[in-house]
T-cell receptor, first 114, second 115 residues
């Protein structure tokens, strides 16, 4: 199985600091997409950011950026200037060419400390 | 614009019963996918439907089935419920073009408890 690994089960970060959430993946496919989702305690998965395997530049969306290192098969999420509302579970996921099945990692629980 | 909607929000069933979960996609989206999220884990892919046809199926038993209607809404059915079926069931919709760039947008989920 092509696995997604998130090695940080939990992180505590001071408000207004930047935080990096790690994600590595297995793949033998040249074409794939990488996604990050946020899941608050309410349960809904909220899409944050996307990176395609052929994209030359790292994706950015507001305070979110993706540090994509293709050779190392890593796609770390960087949140700048963290806010209390950023406290949630964060999941890394990848898609496959030709279908939209997402494979998810086990998630990282981020807690922002005031 | 309305996001993905799911019903019911919560459900309690007993072992052996049957359950039907419902999902309405974002307007314009033709693909619906279902995921099961057991406590403490990431979501696991169950099914994807596109234009009423099953496009993908995860590693789940035949007790799990789904269908998609002409208006692109979808139902997930689970027969002969087991305690291990207790989970959050998430529905996601997308344009369904089969591209790696197609983003799936999730609904709020249905929390199923099997007693």
């Amino acid at each position: 199985a092509q696995k997604i690994t998130q090695t940080q089960p939990g992180m505590f970060v001071q408000e207004k600091e930047a935080v990096t959430l790690d994600c590595t993946y297995d793949t033998s496919d040249p074409s794939y997409g990488l996604f990050w989702y946020k899941q608050p305690s309410s349960g809904e998965m909220i899409f944050l950011i996307y990176q395609g395997s052929y994209d030359q530049q790292n994706a950015t969306e507001g305070r979110y950026s993706l540090n994509f290192q293709k050779a190392r098969k890593s796609a770390n999420l960087v949140i700048s200037a963290s806010q209390l509302g950023d406290s949630a579970m964060y999941f890394c996921a990848r898609s496959y060419f030709g279908n939209e099945k997402l494979t998810f990692g086990t998630g990282t629980r981020l807690t922002i400390i005031p | 614009d309305a996001g993905v909607t799911q019903s019911p929000t919560h459900l309690i069933k007993t072992r052996g019963q049957h359950v039907t979960l419902r999902c309405s996609p974002i307007s314009g989206h033709k693909s619906v996918s279902w995921y099961q999220q057991v406590l403490g884990q990431g979501p696991q892919f169950i099914f994807q439907y596109y234009e009423k046809e099953e496009r993908g199926r995860g590693n789940f038993p035949d007790r799990f089935s789904a269908r998609q209607f002409p208006n692109y809404s979808s139902e997930l059915n689970v027969n002969a419920l087991l305690l291990g079926d207790s989970a959050l069931y998430l529905c996601a919709s997308s344009f369904g073009q089969g591209r790696i760039t197609d983003t799936q947008y999730f609904g709020p989920g249905t929390r199923l408890t099997v007693l």
